[in-house]
């Protein structure tokens, strides 16, 4: 679901032709976190991937509307 | 051991406990920390002061492209965005490290330990795991998928879709490698404890001692017959009669719901013993979400997350143990190969707290 999720994302965006990538990585953001409420996997670790894509995709979108 | 150190994982939820107590640090070692933080800092501001010069300087910009071509990608915006913020993440983690008085030597020193057991499992992982393989595969393709995209054609959708796939790899490597639990399981496993429930029904139980395996064999529980802690030494537990054979019996040997567990194939390979709990305990049997483990000489506290406690009965509980518990016990012993026994487990709010002692 998530490889769906994501794929869409990257065909929908391109088709719109955008070009800012802290774009995709929200995108990417919302569908994880979308996901992981829906399907709430067991995990064998901390969830090591939101926190780096909230982290990340924070601090792009910061820097794109020049909050930074 | 203290019971007030046993306390303090309660209270601090199983936070790493340090034996030594964080003393006052030296003036030397505030001001060697104080300057690394302000040589990331001062870093930070000349990546940030470079990525301005080179956007209003068109001259330094056609000078790296002569003569550093890297450096026009290293000062694009999002690197610089991206490494900054890493430092400063880590620059965060360190003051708050040092202003709570952690010791960042150990920190460091779990970390490279970390690193090199990595290695091994990452090895490991990749030869016998399919799917992980296949993760680490699609991970790895992502990143040189994203770097090339994005750094070198500049095709932003193409260094998304790398991404795309570090994210997808990343997250099948986090989750578990296969659940098999739910409420068949936890039938099962209540079934299991029967057995033990009705031998030790009309006896008076003490808390159990969980002997290793010997010899590729299963592991044996004994259960002492009183309430009063009789000394009994190891050899006879282990020459103890597997049913009731008289009144003035003083224990026996039952087989716990976990005995078998030393016969795991995968338990032959290198796993630490809070990833054996895990692989048992959440991913085999679901019968809690999370496992962490405390060791302390021979004292180890395991805490278990949304555990299970209603599988077992009266006695299996007075004696073995909460299912979970026994489980963990059985698995402390083949791992250490010592005979452990259930200090005591309680509830801490979500999680459930059991302390195991290793017998000599």
Not at chain 2, 51 to 74: A, C, H, I, M, V
Not at chain 2, 219 to 227: D, E, W
Request: with cysteine; charged share 20%; net charge neutral.
């Amino acid at each position: 679901m998530l490889a769906i999720l994501l794929s869409t994302s990257v065909v929908l965006l391109s088709t719109l032709r955008v070009q800012n990538i802290a774009v995709y990585l929200s995108l990417f953001t919302m569908c994880y976190f979308a996901s992981s409420f829906v399907f709430r996997p067991k995990r064998r670790t901390i969830d090591f991937v939101g926190f780096g894509l909230l982290y990340y995709s924070a601090l792009y979108m910061a820097i794109t509307f020049k909050v930074l | 051991m203290d019971p007030t150190k046993v306390r303090l994982w309660d209270d601090k939820v199983l936070t790493r406990l340090r034996s030594r107590e964080p003393g006052k640090p030296v003036a030397s070692h505030r001001l060697g920390e104080a300057l690394i933080d302000i040589q990331t800092i001062v870093i930070v501001g000349l990546m940030y002061w470079l990525l301005e010069e080179e956007q209003s300087n068109p001259f330094l910009r056609t000078w790296l492209s002569d003569n550093f071509p890297l450096g026009l990608y290293l000062l694009a915006p999002l690197t610089v965005a991206a490494i900054s913020g890493t430092l400063l993440l880590l620059t965060a983690a360190r003051i708050v490290l040092f202003v709570t008085g952690k010791n960042t030597t150990i920190v460091v020193g779990e970390v490279l330990r970390g690193l090199d057991v990595l290695e091994r499992q990452l090895r490991k992982l990749v030869s016998t795991k399919g799917t992980t393989g296949s993760a680490l595969v699609l991970t790895s393709f992502g990143t040189a998928l994203a770097l090339y995209s994005y750094f070198v054609t500049g095709i932003i959708p193409l260094a998304a879709l790398g991404i795309s796939c570090i994210i997808l790899g990343l997250t099948a490597l986090s989750l578990p490698r296969h659940i098999s639990g739910g409420p068949g399981m936890r039938a099962m496993l209540q079934g299991a404890t029967l057995s033990v429930e009705a031998l030790l029904e009309q006896s008076t139980v003490g808390r159990a001692t969980y002997l290793p395996p010997a010899d590729g064999g299963v592991i044996f529980a004994y259960v002492p017959l009183s309430l009063q802690p009789e000394t009994v030494s190891i050899n006879e537990m282990k020459r103890a009669p597997k049913s009731l054979v008289g009144d003035n019996q003083k224990g026996l040997l039952v087989y716990p719901v976990g005995s078998e567990l030393s016969r795991i194939p995968e338990f032959e390979e290198v796993l630490s013993l809070e990833e054996r709990l895990r692989y048992v305990l959440v991913e085999s049997a679901d019968i809690c979400s999370r496992v962490m483990v405390e060791e302390a000489g021979s004292v180890i506290v395991v805490a278990m997350e949304s555990a299970d406690l209603a599988i077992q009965g009266q006695k299996y509980l007075d004696s073995l143990g909460s299912l979970p518990s026994s489980l963990a016990a059985c698995i402390i012993a083949t791992v250490h190969d010592r005979p452990v026994t259930l200090v005591e487990e309680r509830k801490a709010g979500d999680r459930l707290i059991a302390v195991f002692r290793l017998i000599t």
